[in-house]
Structure formats: structure tokens, C-alpha cells
């Protein structure tokens, strides 16, 4: 399991940063802290606590019940927190509030509303660089393919509202939300295409669902919108940046006066394993995502239906031999018409909703070794991770040679 001192182990992957950063400024990585967590504290104790352990960065939750509740956090305590921030030296990177895509229509309509009112309050303490505003997406897990057209509206009506309110909304997957996934979060927003729309990446929620760390590395790396910032993490418990971590940390994302970094990534727990993926083209090519190989992802484990992948998924199979050993990650559904798998191949399928569905009539097994012999076993070490492999027996002629 990825940790924070696996984290730091895996920090000198930052190296491969200037793979796909540039520019001409000089830049140095920084830690920030979510307010999320410190309800019960005054927004001023709160402030000076974040500074005294080295934070860079705070976020400020405008949820219910908190001090900075834009209905309680009037014009003048805005500014007097702006005074606060800028002697403490902490930045404002983002704020928090906690909406949904599937809450009721009354409840989607004071959604809206918050959205224009964190619009105000961004511009009313950062005026030249409005925070973010970062939420989660609701729903369950289970819900999200009778939900995702009706999420897909609403994201976009969050989309004119904060193009309104002149900021943009960082969604975030959650484990325990109907966008939980990697697919699911790039699809969805990939429907709306609003350069008000971008992400807030959050690996411990794919991390708790065992989702490899390249499959969750699509996320930030495939998402241009979040291109243009400062590379900030919001660290929402409590790695301390001093002493010993502090230099590791110092070492691990050096300052370089020929790059600056344009990847902002909110809300993150782990950030080297996604740069550290980028460090290490000759073993990325043996790991290879289905979502980022081109497959459609568009059938159902249970009912079937989609796209024809098939091609496309053995050609990556397919490579196995050369390369010596093959890891293929699905993040979603795949339609087929059988499979066949080489030795030292390993398929891996991110939940039970991802896997492969055999299309009707193929009457073949869904999978099968690529050398069968009756009289040897010439494929070995085949690993098969989670996920559903459903041969549609129905709709297959059994008994078939």
C-alpha cells in the first residue's frame, strides 16, 4: 500500500517534471492544508496553526456550520482574513464547498446559488487570482449509470454558473460517490468541455479502491484544464514539511530556473507516484491503461453491448512476448469476442463494474491461452485481478470446436 513515506521514497520521480512542464520562471513545489478539518477551531487559530507547522497553502471550507460560511463570513471578516493570510504568508489556492449532482431540484437550485456566492467571495479575497472552488459530485457508486445524463445537466448548469461568477469548480472523484473512478470523472467531464470545469485529484480515493497509480495517473495528465497554475498540493492531513521531510521534500522537487511547473493538484495526498510514472518510459510500456490505449469503455459487465474492442485490446495483449511481461489496467467496460493471453500477463479490472462482456455468438471461452497443447503448458504466470468476465452463455453456441 502507497504511504507517506513511500511517498517521499518515490519523490524523486519529480525529476521528470520538466517532461511535460515549461517556462521560464523559477518555481519550488509547496504543501498547503484543507480547513475541512479544523471546524472547530477560529478561522485565526486555524491560520496561524497551518503557518507554525510550514504550510505554504490553506483551503477554506464554505460548508455549513463552518466560520468562513459565506452567510456568516461578511465583507469585513474577509478582508481582515486576507490581512491574516498575507502576514502569516499563506496562500489561497482554493476554496471547498460540498454540493451535488444529485440532489433534488430545490436543492440543485441552491446549489447555484452557493456557487455564485463562492464566486463572490473568491474575487472578494483574491481578486487578481480567484481560488478554485473544489467539491465532491455525489451520488453512490452503484447509481452512476442511472444517474450520469442526469449529472452530466447538471455540471453543466455548475458550468454557466461559474462562468458567471468569473472562477472555476475543481470536481473531485470520491470512494465512496457515484463519480469514484478515474473513467468515470474523465467522462463525465469530458461530456460538458467547460473551461470552468477542471480537476481536483485526490489518489487515496483511488488508492482505497485499489486502482493502480498509473490508471489514476490519467487523471491529472490527461486533464489540460488544470495547465496554467502554480504546482500547489493541498494536503488535507497532517504531513509536516520540517526538519528531515522538509529536506526530502526540498530535494525531491528542486527549484529550476529553466521550468515552471503548469500542473495544479488539489487536494493531494500522493504526488510523486504520478511524476515518478513519467519517469520510467521503458517500464510505463509494459503497463498499459485501456481508457488510455483507446478503448471505447461503452458495454456493460452485465448487459453487454457497446463497442467492439476486440482488435484493439489483443493487439495490446499481443506484446507481451516481446516485452517480456504485460500489465493491461481496465477502467471501464469492454465488449468482446474473445481473448487470447500470452505468459507473463496480468489483466487488471478497476471494480466490478470494469471487466469484458463476450459478445453474442463468438461461441468461444471469453479467454484462452494463446499456445493451447494438450500435451505442455506453454503460458505461464497469468494473473487475473478483480473485475467481471462475463461469457454470456446464453447467447453462445456451446460444444462448438
Same mark, same amino acid.
Given at each position: 500500500?502507497?504511504n ?7 519523490a ?12 521560464a520562471?523559477p518555481a519550488s ?34 460548508n ?19 490581512d491574516r ?12 464547498l ?10 440543485h #437550485?441552491? !446549489?447555484?446559488?452557493q456557487?455564485a456566492?463562492?464566486? *463572490?467571495?473568491a474575487?472578494?479575497? /483574491?481578486? $487578481?487570482?480567484? @481560488? %478554485? ?6 451520488g ?21 454558473a ?29 461530456q460538458v468541455?467547460?473551461?470552468?470545469? #477542471?480537476? !481536483?485529484y ?6 482505497? *479502491?485499489?486502482?493502480?497509480?498509473? /490508471?489514476? $495517473?490519467?487523471? @491529472? %495528465? ?12 493541498i ?15 526540498r530535494r525531491?522537487f ?13 487536494t ?26 483507446g478503448?471505447k ?5 452485465n448487459?453487454?453491448?457497446g ?7 489483443q493487439?495490446?495483449?499481443?506484446r ?9 489496467v481496465?477502467?471501464g467496460a ?7 493471453v ?6 487488471e479490472?478497476?471494480?466490478?463494474g ?17 499456445d ?16 467481471t ?5 446464453a447467447?453462445?453456441?456451446?460444444n462448438?470446436?
Open positions: 500500500m502507497t507517506r513515506r513511500h511517498f517521499l521514497r518515490i524523486a520521480g519529480a525529476l521528470a517534471l520538466p517532461s511535460f512542464c515549461r517556462g520562471e513545489p509547496s504543501l498547503g492544508f484543507s480547513l475541512y478539518g479544523m471546524k472547530s477551531l477560529p478561522l485565526d487559530a486555524a491560520l496561524r496553526t497551518c503557518a507554525g507547522i510550514g504550510y505554504s497553502h490553506v483551503e477554506l471550507a464554505l455549513a456550520g463552518y466560520p468562513t460560511e459565506p452567510k456568516v463570513f461578511n465583507t469585513a471578516a474577509r478582508k481582515a482574513a486576507v493570510l498575507e502576514s502569516l504568508k499563506l496562500g489561497l489556492p482554493c476554496l471547498m460540498n454540493i451535488s449532482l444529485t440532489a433534488d431540484d430545490q436543492a #437550485v441552491a !446549489a447555484l446559488a456557487i456566492e463562492a464566486g *463572490q467571495m474575487h472578494d479575497m /483574491a481578486p $487578481a487570482a480567484p @481560488p %478554485l472552488l473544489e467539491t465532491v459530485l455525489g453512490k457508486p452503484a447509481t452512476w449509470e442511472q444517474q450520469k445524463a442526469g449529472m452530466t445537466a447538471r455540471l453543466r448548469d455548475w458550468a454557466t461559474a462562468e458567471k461568477a468569473k472562477i472555476q469548480i475543481a470536481v473531485k472523484a470520491h470512494v465512496a460517490s457515484a463519480v469514484n473512478s478515474p473513467a468515470r470523472l474523465l467522462w463525465l467531464i469530458d468541455k467547460s473551461p470552468a470545469i #477542471v480537476v !481536483a485526490d489518489y487515496s480515493h483511488f488508492e482505497l *479502491q485499489g486502482i493502480d497509480i498509473r /490508471a489514476a $495517473a490519467q487523471v @491529472p %495528465l490527461r486533464w489540460a484544464g488544470l495547465r496554467g497554475r502554480e504546482l500547489t498540493a494536503q488535507p492531513t497532517g504531513l509536516r514539511p520540517r526538519g528531515r521531510r522538509e529536506e526530502q521534500l525531491a528542486p527549484s529550476n530556473e529553466r521550468m515552471k511547473p503548469t500542473l495544479t493538484l488539489l493531494v495526498l500522493l504526488l510523486a507516484p504520478l511524476v515518478a510514472s513519467q519517469a520510467a518510459p521503458s517500464a510505463d510500456a509494459r503497463i498499459v491503461v485501456a481508457s488510455e490505449a478503448a469503455l461503452d458495454s456493460d459487465v448487459k453487454g453491448g463497442t467492439d474492442d476486440t482488435a484493439l485490446i493487439s495490446i495483449l499481443d507481451a512476448p516481446k516485452l517480456g511481461s504485460l500489465k493491461l481496465v477502467d469492454i465488449l468482446v469476442k474473445g481473448l487470447k500470452h505468459s507473463n500477463t496480468t489483466i479490472c478497476i471494480g466490478s470494469s471487466g469484458f462482456f463476450l459478445a453474442d455468438h463468438s461461441d468461444r471461452p471469453i479467454i484462452r491461452n494463446a493451447p497443447s494438450a500435451t505442455e503448458r506453454k503460458n505461464r504466470n497469468l494473473t487475473f485481478l478483480g473485475g468476465y462475463n461469457g454470456n452463455g447467447k453462445q453456441a456451446h462448438v470446436g
